[in-house]
């Protein structure tokens, strides 16, 4: 065996909590613990404000499990930790703010790692035929349907004061996060923001998007809250392109 496979085979029932042959038991589990305990480390990092939120010993026993089930496979421990929210989404189906929360550090953290992009300038907003028109956002965008409080909760986690109860919250609203210039950003959404940027993400044109409006309001309201999404998403750096 070369010094790569044996590298590979080592990794390989390091992640899997062997021991291989010819290896000291004794150094293995001195190996195996760091290995576990980094990372644990690397989640505590990501999931801040869930580890706030769970508490200390709570998250560290899930944070172990999950370790136990998630081999890494990236060279950083950075991108460690991506269905972590599945994880706790599973653990805690009757409390839905623990993922929501989780949601909100891991894509406010990859946010902040994800690649650069220009945005387009509310004078940039010119087009012939605005029904045609598809917009192009920045890639670091993402969204989700909220059914918690789970953004207010984790603001307050974050400026140090203490966290509101959990409760619902209306259906169809919605979570975006994305980076504006350097600094992650996030923000609730209305239930007709968060369809509308479903459909624009999705590729629906302008014109489209005010269609489904109108099977819905009027037409001046519907006008109103087209224009409205439109704004918000250029006034807060989201679009970078008009296709």
């Not at 070369?2 to 992640?15: G, K, P, S």
């Not at 172990?64 to 990236?74: E, M």
């Not at 060279?75 to 991506?82: F, I, M, N, P, R």
Request: proline share 5%; glycine share 10%; charged share 25%.
């Amino acid at each position: 065996m070369n010094l790569r496979d044996r590298q590979r085979a080592f990794a390989a029932a390091l992640a899997a909590g062997l021991v291989p042959a010819e290896v000291d038991p004794r150094g293995m589990a001195v190996y195996a613990n760091n290995y576990r305990g980094q990372l644990v480390a690397a989640l505590r990092d990501t999931y801040e404000k869930t580890l706030l939120w769970l508490g200390e010993e709570m998250f560290d026993t899930l944070a172990s499990a999950y370790v136990a089930a998630h081999a890494p496979s990236s060279w950083t421990l950075d991108a460690y930790g991506g269905s972590f929210v599945e994880h706790l989404d599973a653990a805690y189906p009757a409390d839905v703010e623990v993922s929501e929360i989780a949601w909100l550090d891991w894509h406010l953290r990859r946010a902040f790692s994800g690649p650069d992009a220009g945005v387009l300038g509310v004078g940039d907003l010119q087009a012939d035929d605005w029904d045609s028109v598809e917009f192009d956002f920045v890639p670091t965008l993402r969204f989700r349907r909220a059914r918690s409080n789970a953004t207010a909760i984790w603001r307050a986690l974050g400026d140090g004061v203490p966290p509101p109860a959990p409760v619902g919250v209306e259906e169809g609203v919605g979570i975006r996060v994305w980076r504006s210039d350097l600094s992650p950003r996030y923000a609730s959404m209305t239930a007709d923001e968060t369809s509308c940027l479903d459909l624009a993400m999705a590729g629906a044109s302008f014109g489209e998007i005010c269609a489904w409006l109108r099977h819905r309001y009027d037409d001046e309201q519907a006008a109103r809250i087209a224009g409205g999404c439109l704004g918000a998403w250029t006034a807060e750096g989201m679009l970078r392109g008009l296709r």
